[in-house]
């Protein structure tokens, strides 16, 4: 799993918080509370530690936290944090914002185990929606392919039909002369012209 550890918060309280692993994410994520919390905007930031990235989403006063592998990329982890922070604005509505810190972190273990497994939906998801990308694109490159085989299809039945009308003028000239030739006594056709 990419996500590695989680937090929410308000202020500098932290509400809730999750490490999959043994590591300082809670030291590291309480330092970044205190960074985030100088602003007052709300914000999508990430900080890069190590081989980690720590990202963080700022909404209206609630601080939702992650910690992912830096190959996991940026768009599941917001993902992520945004289920996170819907979950808690849905699950807890006006408590956190007087809540004690730790106050929820029962509960957010179980949000965590729900988010992950949406997660791996999101990610087959984008999985297929590759899938469905590179399939796009080979039936745009077969397309612009067919157009040129198409146009230059067209371009050879052309040219063969001018030499066809061309080949049958021709002929049709000789016939004429053959007959001509044939009818005047003569090649020069002297006859038919007294």
């Known amino acids: 799993m990419g996500i590695l550890y989680g937090m929410v918060g308000r202020g500098h309280v932290v509400l809730a918080e999750f490490n999959a692993t043994q590591s300082n994410a809670s030291g590291i994520a309480k330092q970044i509370l205190e960074k985030i919390n100088e602003g007052s905007n709300d914000s999508n930031v990430s900080y890069?530690?190590?081989r980690y990235v720590f990202h963080v989403k700022r909404t209206d006063g609630l601080i939702v936290l992650c910690m992912a592998d830096h190959a996991f990329g940026r768009t599941v982890p917001f993902a992520f944090l945004e289920?996170?922070?819907q979950k808690f604005v849905k699950t807890y509505g006006r408590a956190i914002i007087s809540a004690p810190g730790y106050a929820m972190n029962e509960e957010f273990s179980r949000v965590k185990t729900v988010m992950i497994d949406n997660i791996e939906k999101v990610l087959?998801?984008?999985?297929?929606l590759e899938m469905l990308v590179e399939k796009t694109s080979a039936m745009n490159n077969n397309s612009i392919r067919f157009k040129r085989q198409s146009r230059r299809y067209r371009n050879n039945?052309?040219?063969n039909n001018v030499r066809l009308t061309v080949t049958l003028i021709i002929i049709f000239i000789i016939s004429i002369y053959i007959l001509l030739a044939f009818i005047c006594h003569g090649p020069l056709l002297t006859k038919c012209w007294r």
């Open 48 to 50: 890069s530690h190590d």
């Open 83 to 85: 289920d996170i922070h």
């Open 124 to 128: 087959e998801r984008g999985g297929r």
């Open 157 to 159: 039945m052309w040219w």
